[in-house]
């Protein structure tokens, strides 16, 4: 009997290998098995889909729409990350911003660390005056900040080369197992059903969440927490400024891009007082006052956002389960960005005053 | 401050998540790779193997695969013409093997470590350290495959072994991938012949390996990983904490890298086990140990075996003076002590364990005629002063080990002993209890910490006494257990992509 018990265990786990290979490696077929968001209207949050913990199961609208405006026609170049892709309960960031400023604003819709890098590779050519809207969110500044300086590789590699480096990549990457493991249809249940259980029971969520509030409910992604590991790096912002003045000179030098940074504050940034330990260590300050010395052009997220939290009957800037900011949070952007935006045209000769 | 620190992995392809026994990639191979060994036929099995270890080395950073081909070349013909020559000629391919091992070993880990210094006596005697910082990324498992690559040509030069013709089965050998990158570093002479015998399909055997692979897991994600967390936040934070904190750390990380390491030699033991083939134990309840000498001949047993016959033996071992004893294991435990990292700590850590001894050797007739506090009457207890000062020289040494620079490391030694006075008092404040005691970390994480090692030591202890029990030998008893030890895996384990801490090595 045990033998048998035994053996069918052996089949089983093979059969499941041979299943999480072919639905990690085939999308296709991989595709048919998963439980987690395919896209469509509704977004239960990425640190919903990273905890799995119900209690913070909220659904998010999201809006379908994509501007068409090329990079040629654009009078605003916006240029960040997810934040600047997002598009829950309204439009895109740069598509607000168009709306409110009625101009054209381009967006590549990718997520860019080193904005030169996508300029060098998609050819961009020195024209008239135009703005850029470089943007990072706080968590990843100094990681960016860093590739700023880092020398642009445009040479592409041979064919043959980059078939097998493409190949391996195929073949040993692993981000794609592990995704299937956790979100197919037979796995997921257990992945959930475990999650919540050591929740509930421990209070202890999965590494990917380092805090977390009840009330009002509200996760924090550990890289936002633990973003300040490396303390000496974040007590001497100002050796990371020289690359952002050396990003907006070149930017104006090569390409006649007038450029005001934007850093988007993480949502512990903002609401860490939800978290009866939690305390920040002020990073934004100290990056604003050195942007400031070096006469870089910013917007003071960080203020605007935590005088807004705390007013009476203030709307939520972050969402609970997900990373990304809310709608209010993009309107209080776009209305700051506008006005800077305005300023800029006026000032800079873009349009008579 | 060089405020362009590229990003190296990204530049030479390293992924993101790499294979190890911890990923959901492993729980596909070993499965399949089992299942596929036992399928073909014997002699397309070592192929089988090999392909399979090829794919888990290159897991990491592929084109590194090219420098393990060239150690095993090296190595394979040294040892084909080592058993062919005799004298002087055998003597050379001898050190040119070596060298080349030792080459390879120091350019792709000790060499950061060597211009790093140099850029340092540079800036003393004001001139410029011409040699360029290369960024060199350490290939995985390579001090732990050199080892075993270095042993094989040793044993044939002794002629304790002969030189194997079959690159195939040497390469095997070497990447034998169990025991690739964390060993235990095998011997040729009990390794080897086990890739020519066929190993039937054994349902006890595979049982037997999977209990110990489950162990194995058990020691990393549920206890190592979770005493990571706390372990990590305060060594790499130290000026924030004092007392309780740093006492709390040094505790949690003894347990930590004794979990993370023999765990992952348990799981390597397992898995190979499951297949047929027998590795050698590595550890032995180290924890238990009355004596540093006693804890070296539990700690890490292949690879402090590996240094007392190929280093310390041939410095002339203990057949010598008091004197030249000493030196000799001084030498051998500083060469240990760098063998685990190209930083200072982890030389002076090897150098402690090294004046552990010494001092021991120096001592140890005195203390045999001592009745230390009348203890030898009470044997138990005796036992137990002896465990628990062991134990303490050894946490002592571990601060070394773990510290990221000697400054943290003394002042973990200067603080752990400070705030103690109003200790009781501060046990009311739950801030105080938050930040020093739970680490910043949630209660229930901090007494899962506490259950995990409670949990070891009470299995460790009484293993034999469990091992005979007539109740526990019941098979449906122990399998139940095995199970809830899964659940307790997947359900409170902690799965934050914690790479193995001797990976580093």
């Given at each position: 009997m045990t033998k048998k018990i035994v053996l069918i265990l052996c089949f089983l786990s093979v059969a499941m290998a041979v299943f999480l290979l072919i639905g990690a490696k085939s999308k296709k077929i991989g595709y048919k098995f998963l439980t987690h968001d395919k896209g469509g209207d509704i977004s239960y949050g990425d640190l919903y889909a990273?905890?799995?913990?119900?209690?913070?199961?909220?659904?998010?609208?999201?809006?379908?729409?994509t501007s068409a405006t090329t990079l040629d026609e654009a009078d605003v170049i916006t240029l960040g990350d997810s934040f600047f892709q997002a598009k829950f309960e309204t439009k895109s960031m740069p598509d607000l911003l168009a709306d409110n400023l009625k101009l054209k604003v381009f967006d590549p819709h990718e997520i860019l660390g080193n904005p030169l890098v996508y300029l060098?590779?998609?050819?961009?050519?020195?024209?008239?005056?135009?703005?850029?809207?470089?943007?990072?969110?706080?968590?990843?500044?100094?990681?960016?900040?860093?590739?700023?300086?880092?020398?642009?590789?445009?040479?592409?590699?041979?064919?043959i080369r980059q078939k097998i480096n493409d190949s391996a990549y195929e073949i040993f990457d692993q981000t794609n197992v592990n995704y299937f493991f956790k979100y197919n249809i037979f796995l997921n249940p257990i992945w959930l059903w475990l999650n919540n259980l050591e929740f509930k029971t421990l209070g202890i969520t999965n590494h990917n969440i380092s805090r977390y509030s009840t009330n009002p409910p509200m996760l924090f992604y550990s890289e936002e927490v633990d973003f300040d590991t490396n303390q000496h790096l974040y007590d001497h912002p100002e050796v990371y400024i020289q690359n952002i003045k050396n990003l907006k000179d070149t930017l104006k030098k090569k390409y006649n891009l007038d450029m005001i940074y934007v850093i988007i504050p993480n949502k512990y940034t903002i609401y860490n007082y939800l978290d009866k330990n939690g305390s920040y260590n002020n990073f934004l300050p100290k990056i604003q006052t050195e942007l400031s010395k070096n006469n870089i052009d910013y917007t003071d997220l960080y203020s605007l956002y935590s005088q807004y939290a705390k007013t009476a009957n203030a709307k939520l800037l972050y969402y609970p389960n997900e990373t990304h900011f809310t709608a209010a949070a993009k309107e209080l952007l776009v209305n700051e960005l506008s006005k800077k935006i305005q300023e800029y045209r006026i000032t800079k000769g873009y349009i008579d005053k | 401050m060089n405020a362009t620190a590229s990003a190296t992995a990204s530049q030479i392809g390293i992924f993101k998540i790499i294979m190890t026994f911890n990923s959901v990639i492993f729980l596909i191979f070993f499965p399949l790779v089992t299942f596929l060994y036992f399928t073909i036929p014997h002699k397309y099995r070592w192929f089988l193997l090999l392909s399979a270890s090829i794919f888990f080395y290159m897991s990491f950073v592929p084109k590194y695969i090219f420098i393990l081909a060239l150690t095993i070349l090296i190595d394979y013909i040294a040892g084909i013409y080592l058993e062919k020559s005799i004298g002087q000629r055998k003597k050379w391919f001898l050190i040119l093997s070596l060298l080349a091992n030792g080459g390879i070993l120091f350019f792709f880990k000790y060499f950061g470590f060597f211009d790093h210094n140099l850029d340092k006596l540079a800036a003393l005697l004001h001139w410029r350290n011409p040699i360029p910082d290369l960024k060199i990324l350490l290939p995985i498992g390579l001090s732990f495959h050199t080892f075993q690559s270095m042993s094989y040509t040793i044993e044939v030069y002794r002629g304790r072994q002969k030189a194997e013709k079959n690159l195939g089965i040497f390469a095997l050998y070497v990447m034998f991938y169990p025991q690739l990158v964390a060993g235990p570093i095998e011997r040729p002479q009990n390794l080897l012949h086990q890739f020519y015998e066929k190993h039937e399909f054994n349902l006890q055997r595979m049982g037997s390996g999977l209990r110990l692979m489950i162990w194995g897991f058990f020691k990393k994600i549920?206890?190592?990983?979770?005493?990571?967390?706390?372990?990590?936040?305060?060594?790499?934070?130290?000026?924030?904490?004092?007392?309780?904190s740093l006492l709390i750390a040094v505790i949690f990380f003894a347990f930590q890298i004794y979990c993370d390491f023999s765990g992952y030699s348990d799981i390597a033991i397992g898995a190979a086990e499951v297949m047929g083939f027998k590795l050698m134990k590595n550890f032995n309840r180290p924890y238990i140990s009355q004596s540093i000498s006693e804890f070296w001949k539990r700690w890490h047993i292949s690879l402090s075996t590996?240094?007392?016959?190929?280093?310390?033996?041939?410095?002339?071992?203990?057949?010598?003076?008091?004197?030249?004893?000493?030196?000799?294991?001084?030498?051998?435990?500083?060469?240990?002590g760098l063998w685990h990292g190209a930083k200072w700590t982890f030389v002076f850590w090897g150098l402690l364990n090294g004046i552990y001894l010494i001092v021991g050797n120096f001592t140890d007739t005195w203390f045999k005629k001592i009745n230390f506090a009348g203890l030898k009457k009470f044997p138990a207890l005796n036992n137990v002063w002896q465990i628990s000062s062991t134990f303490t020289l050894t946490?002592?040494?571990?601060?070394?080990?773990?510290?990221?620079?000697?400054?943290?490391?003394?002042?973990?030694?200067?603080?752990?002993?400070?705030?103690?006075?109003?200790?009781?008092?501060?046990?009311?404040?739950?801030?105080?209890?938050?930040?020093?005691?739970?680490?910043?970390?949630?209660?229930?994480?901090?007494?899962?910490?506490?259950?995990?090692?409670?949990?070891?030591?009470?299995?460790?202890?009484?293993?034999?006494?469990?091992?005979?029990?007539h109740l526990l030998l019941k098979p449906w008893i122990r399998n139940l257990i095995y199970i809830a030890l899964v659940f307790l895996i997947f359900c409170f384990g902690e799965f934050k992509d914690q790479q193995f801490i001797y990976f580093q090595f």
């Amino acid at each position: 009997m045990t033998k048998k018990i035994v053996l069918i265990l052996c089949f089983l786990s093979v059969a499941m290998a041979v299943f999480l290979l072919i639905g990690a490696k085939s999308k296709k077929i991989g595709y048919k098995f998963l439980t987690h968001d395919k896209g469509g209207d509704i977004s239960y949050g990425d640190l919903y889909a990273l905890s799995g913990l119900t209690d913070f199961k909220f659904p998010i609208p999201i809006v379908n729409y994509t501007s068409a405006t090329t990079l040629d026609e654009a009078d605003v170049i916006t240029l960040g990350d997810s934040f600047f892709q997002a598009k829950f309960e309204t439009k895109s960031m740069p598509d607000l911003l168009a709306d409110n400023l009625k101009l054209k604003v381009f967006d590549p819709h990718e997520i860019l660390g080193n904005p030169l890098v996508y300029l060098t590779e998609h050819n961009y050519q020195k024209g008239k005056p135009k703005i850029v809207i470089v943007e990072t969110v706080e968590r990843y500044a100094i990681k960016r900040m860093i590739s700023y300086n880092e020398k642009i590789n445009t040479t592409k590699k041979s064919g043959i080369r980059q078939k097998i480096n493409d190949s391996a990549y195929e073949i040993f990457d692993q981000t794609n197992v592990n995704y299937f493991f956790k979100y197919n249809i037979f796995l997921n249940p257990i992945w959930l059903w475990l999650n919540n259980l050591e929740f509930k029971t421990l209070g202890i969520t999965n590494h990917n969440i380092s805090r977390y509030s009840t009330n009002p409910p509200m996760l924090f992604y550990s890289e936002e927490v633990d973003f300040d590991t490396n303390q000496h790096l974040y007590d001497h912002p100002e050796v990371y400024i020289q690359n952002i003045k050396n990003l907006k000179d070149t930017l104006k030098k090569k390409y006649n891009l007038d450029m005001i940074y934007v850093i988007i504050p993480n949502k512990y940034t903002i609401y860490n007082y939800l978290d009866k330990n939690g305390s920040y260590n002020n990073f934004l300050p100290k990056i604003q006052t050195e942007l400031s010395k070096n006469n870089i052009d910013y917007t003071d997220l960080y203020s605007l956002y935590s005088q807004y939290a705390k007013t009476a009957n203030a709307k939520l800037l972050y969402y609970p389960n997900e990373t990304h900011f809310t709608a209010a949070a993009k309107e209080l952007l776009v209305n700051e960005l506008s006005k800077k935006i305005q300023e800029y045209r006026i000032t800079k000769g873009y349009i008579d005053k | 401050m060089n405020a362009t620190a590229s990003a190296t992995a990204s530049q030479i392809g390293i992924f993101k998540i790499i294979m190890t026994f911890n990923s959901v990639i492993f729980l596909i191979f070993f499965p399949l790779v089992t299942f596929l060994y036992f399928t073909i036929p014997h002699k397309y099995r070592w192929f089988l193997l090999l392909s399979a270890s090829i794919f888990f080395y290159m897991s990491f950073v592929p084109k590194y695969i090219f420098i393990l081909a060239l150690t095993i070349l090296i190595d394979y013909i040294a040892g084909i013409y080592l058993e062919k020559s005799i004298g002087q000629r055998k003597k050379w391919f001898l050190i040119l093997s070596l060298l080349a091992n030792g080459g390879i070993l120091f350019f792709f880990k000790y060499f950061g470590f060597f211009d790093h210094n140099l850029d340092k006596l540079a800036a003393l005697l004001h001139w410029r350290n011409p040699i360029p910082d290369l960024k060199i990324l350490l290939p995985i498992g390579l001090s732990f495959h050199t080892f075993q690559s270095m042993s094989y040509t040793i044993e044939v030069y002794r002629g304790r072994q002969k030189a194997e013709k079959n690159l195939g089965i040497f390469a095997l050998y070497v990447m034998f991938y169990p025991q690739l990158v964390a060993g235990p570093i095998e011997r040729p002479q009990n390794l080897l012949h086990q890739f020519y015998e066929k190993h039937e399909f054994n349902l006890q055997r595979m049982g037997s390996g999977l209990r110990l692979m489950i162990w194995g897991f058990f020691k990393k994600i549920f206890i190592a990983d979770r005493l990571a967390v706390f372990a990590n936040q305060v060594f790499n934070n130290v000026y924030d904490y004092h007392g309780i904190s740093l006492l709390i750390a040094v505790i949690f990380f003894a347990f930590q890298i004794y979990c993370d390491f023999s765990g992952y030699s348990d799981i390597a033991i397992g898995a190979a086990e499951v297949m047929g083939f027998k590795l050698m134990k590595n550890f032995n309840r180290p924890y238990i140990s009355q004596s540093i000498s006693e804890f070296w001949k539990r700690w890490h047993i292949s690879l402090s075996t590996w240094f007392k016959d190929y280093v310390y033996i041939p410095l002339g071992g203990s057949r010598v003076g008091l004197y030249h004893l000493s030196f000799n294991l001084l030498i051998t435990f500083l060469i240990s002590g760098l063998w685990h990292g190209a930083k200072w700590t982890f030389v002076f850590w090897g150098l402690l364990n090294g004046i552990y001894l010494i001092v021991g050797n120096f001592t140890d007739t005195w203390f045999k005629k001592i009745n230390f506090a009348g203890l030898k009457k009470f044997p138990a207890l005796n036992n137990v002063w002896q465990i628990s000062s062991t134990f303490t020289l050894t946490c002592f040494a571990w601060i070394f080990f773990r510290a990221n620079t000697f400054n943290d490391a003394f002042y973990v030694i200067k603080n752990i002993f400070i705030g103690w006075k109003n200790f009781p008092d501060q046990l009311t404040n739950h801030y105080f209890i938050h930040e020093n005691i739970f680490i910043g970390q949630y209660p229930g994480s901090f007494a899962l910490a506490t259950i995990a090692i409670m949990s070891l030591l009470i299995s460790e202890h009484y293993r034999d006494k469990i091992a005979s029990n007539h109740l526990l030998l019941k098979p449906w008893i122990r399998n139940l257990i095995y199970i809830a030890l899964v659940f307790l895996i997947f359900c409170f384990g902690e799965f934050k992509d914690q790479q193995f801490i001797y990976f580093q090595f």
